[in-house]
């Protein structure tokens, strides 16, 4: 049972469906594999209210836990809605990238559709709990946070990606919104400098659909989905792409040098090494075989923007961390 929920956190998959239990099919109709991206933007949440405001107490991380809580069970309600109506609109099918790169809630049988909008029913619940609570001890803006993350979650899996707003939707919602709403939820107050210093990993998040999206580029422009890509084309879309990564440490030196946080976050540079072997990856034609055991097959180049993500993220909280211990270590 514990290999198979490994297998489900890890992939998104499960190798017999016929044995998979309760939890198994809902890690994997839950995507619990990419909980990392959002549990990241809650913890960076965490740590600049820590460096930019000051120490908290178990109350105030009370606040964060729960509010990190909530980001997860409205990241659920996305992933549940998106497969709802991509699954009612005809778009998701057996050759569907969707539904090849994990298994799919009804494609693959581990779900039905009532049993999607149940849960997404239920976890609105649970969020909408957590979103009054907080704002009653926080104050109303946790309402607005709250509200806004709903619409344009249901804005992005109904309208916005078809259109090529996707990416911008996932960096807004992903960095300045959910990052700025954990900061909130544990000082009850709003700082400009927690905008900007969101937006670096919120364009990482984005990067990561923007390489989903060119991954299936031509089944989108034959289901009639007007992603980023199909508009601009797979050249220019690689051109965005490689941009991504180049803004994100154009960001950061410039967050560094106007003071908005700590010198420590230039760690973030440290993942140029692994840029560079994404970069070289993605500079030639997609394989027509991908290697063995590649993970998210058929994905290739949301694969490698992820790759970059994942340490491009992680040396980022470790600046942060080093900024908090410099911080109150020398005071």
């Known amino acids: 049972m514990l290999s198979r929920w490994y297998v489900a ?3 998104c998959n499960v190798p017999d469906i016929a044995e998979a239990d309760f939890v198994t099919r809902w890690l994997i109709i839950s995507r619990a594999c990419i909980f990392s991206i959002t549990l990241t933007s809650g913890l960076i949440g965490m740590l600049l209210a820590a460096e930019l405001h000051g120490p908290f107490g178990l109350r105030e991380l009370g ?15 996305n992933n549940l809605l998106n497969d709802y109506i991509d699954t009612v609109r005809g778009v998701d099918t057996v050759e569907y990238t969707r539904g090849r790169y994990t298994t799919h809630p009804m494609l693959g049988g581990l779900t039905t559709l009532k049993h999607l909008l149940v849960g997404a029913l239920i976890l609105t619940l649970f969020d909408i709990v957590i979103m ?28 916005l990606k078809r259109f090529g707003l996707g990416e911008v939707t996932v960096m ?14 544990i000082t009850g107050e709003m700082n400009s400098d927690v905008w900007w210093i969101a937006l670096p990993y919120g364009l990482m998040v ?14 989108d422009r034959t289901a009639g989905i007007s992603s980023l890509p199909v508009i601009l084309g797979k050249k220019w879309s690689l051109l965005l792409l490689k941009s991504t990564f180049i803004i994100f440490y154009l960001l950061i030196f410039v967050l560094v040098l106007r003071g908005m946080v700590g010198a420590w976050v230039l760690l973030s540079v440290l993942g140029i090494v692994r840029l560079s072997k994404v970069w070289k ?3 030639k034609p997609r394989p027509e075989t991908l290697p063995q055991n590649w993970p998210g097959e058929p994905l290739w180049y949301a694969v490698w923007s992820m790759y970059f993500h994942r340490a491009a993220g992680s040396f980022f909280v470790l600046g942060i961390i080093f900024n908090i211990i410099t911080k109150y270590a020398f005071a």
């Open 9 to 11: 956190l890890r992939q």
């Open 63 to 77: 606040y964060a836990l729960m509010a990190v809580m909530g980001l997860i069970a409205a990241h659920v309600t």
């Open 132 to 159: 009054c609570y907080l704002a009653s001890q926080q104050g109303p803006m946790i309402v607005a946070f709250g509200v806004s993350g709903f619409f344009l979650s249901l804005a992005y899996t109904s309208i």
């Open 206 to 219: 984005a990067s990561v659909l923007l390489g989903k999206h060119i991954d299936r580029i031509e089944q």
């Open 172 to 185: 807004v919602v992903w960095g300045p919104l959910m990052i700025m709403g954990v900061y909130y939820s």
């Open 281 to 283: 990856a993605i500079s």
